[in-house]
């Protein structure tokens, strides 16, 4: 063992006289401790709330959308087969979108509509595995829908998916009928009236963000085009990619292939705002998060400089028996580095103890009408610990050269002068 770090080893071990400097140097200890601790479990939470949001909106929405200029694509079987031979695509759907009135036995309600084709629709988004009730097949075409079903008296409905809080806004449980009021209805006489046709609720999902589980139904695509009186035409096409990070370039890739009439967004210019905020706040928290860690820095180099002063004595021997200046500094750059080290790792372990604890059990709920999901979420990534341990420990190694510095420039003879 070099003596540098004996010698180091050993004044962290205080005589019962030099106890004050030990406490100083467990105050030290803890406040890395603290530090680290709470800069891990912040970003870990920043970094789950993040991918959580994200799975969330990916199991809504799709990767790309693409929609034409000027109105609805008529031939969008022949569109879809043109899309999904782009590389990089795996699937592609049609589906419509609009806004409707629903109106159950006692309440109304908007939401936003979506008609998909059920068949295709679960290659492209996974709504299935959001559902609480029911499946995506009671969507598919009915086989009379007209009203005269035998032995069911006014037929056979056709079935809608709602979020679970706009099933509870509308009071509506499986198999109840609710009623879609669409403004495109039909010209008479007397003006523009409402069209409304009667759904049976055969479904309901539950996304885990309030802002579309509150407002968001599904039918099926044939049904949303005879409610907006749409023909065989629909409002775009929407796509699924191998890579939801290459999602930016296929789209584009997307709109060079099929040409000007059509336009596309990915589902990261859709959400920017949103994701841009989340990347700002993770940064912002990580560097007020590091001054907990810096003032750990300044008790480090506190208990530093008030070692050299209790030990001017034992550093004037050292080098009376040939210590270097070089070897002196290593004293307290190896004792610093023990505190920072130290605190490092067990700040490390209990971050990773509360990161645990609170992914296992999720005692933190949140209110899924003000934030976009209902409990905390939490997500460690590898190298976001490896930054932060190494960042610590830098931090503390920085802290140890003023400190070391003074002990290597002690003057001998002044130190032994009175002695």
Sequence with gaps: MAFEWFIG??????????????????????????????????????TGFETDLREKILGVTSHIVVMQHGGG????????????????VIAATPFTYTQVMLKSASKVSGAILR???????????????????GSLKTLEDPKKSDGSSPGRPGGI????????????????RENDVVYVISPRGMLTPIGQVPGMKRFRVSGIFKSGMYEYDSSLAYIGLHEAQKILRMGDKVT?????????????????LVEDSLGFRYWTRDWMRMNRNLFSALKLE???????????????????AGTLI???????????????????????????VYEGLIIGIVGTFLGVCGGALLCWLLAQYKFIELPG????????????????????????????????????????GLDPAQALRYE
């Design 9 to 46: 080893t050993r004044y962290l071990r205080a005589k019962r006289r030099q106890s004050f400097i030990s406490i100083i140097t467990v105050i030290s200890i803890a406040g890395v401790t603290v530090g680290v601790m709470a800069l891990i479990v912040v970003i870990a939470v920043m």
């Design 73 to 88: 694509i008529e031939d969008h079987h022949a569109l879809r087969k043109q899309v999904e031979k782009i590389d990089g």
């Design 115 to 133: 008609g998909i084709e059920p068949q295709t629709a679960g290659r492209v988004v996974d709504i299935e595995k959001n559902l609480t009730k």
């Design 157 to 172: 409905a056709p079935g809608i998916i709602l979020g679970r809080e706009l099933a509870i806004t509308l009071g509506v």
């Design 236 to 252: 775009g096409i929407e796509i699924r990619v191998r890579d939801i990070y290459e999602a930016g370039s296929i789209a584009r």
């Design 282 to 300: 993770k940064t912002v928290m990580f560097i007020i998060l590091t001054l907990i860690v810096l003032v750990a820095a300044f008790n480090i």
């Design 306 to 332: 008030m070692m050299v002063m209790d030990k001017n004595k034992d550093i004037a021997i050292l080098k009376s028996m040939g210590a270097t200046n070089q070897s002196i500094k290593k004293i307290f």
């Design 369 to 408: 009408d003000v934030y976009y999901i209902s409990t905390l979420p939490v997500r460690m990534e590898f190298l976001d610990i490896a930054i932060i341990a190494f960042g610590a420990i830098a931090i503390s190694f920085l802290a140890t050269l003023y400190p070391a510095r003074q002990a290597a």
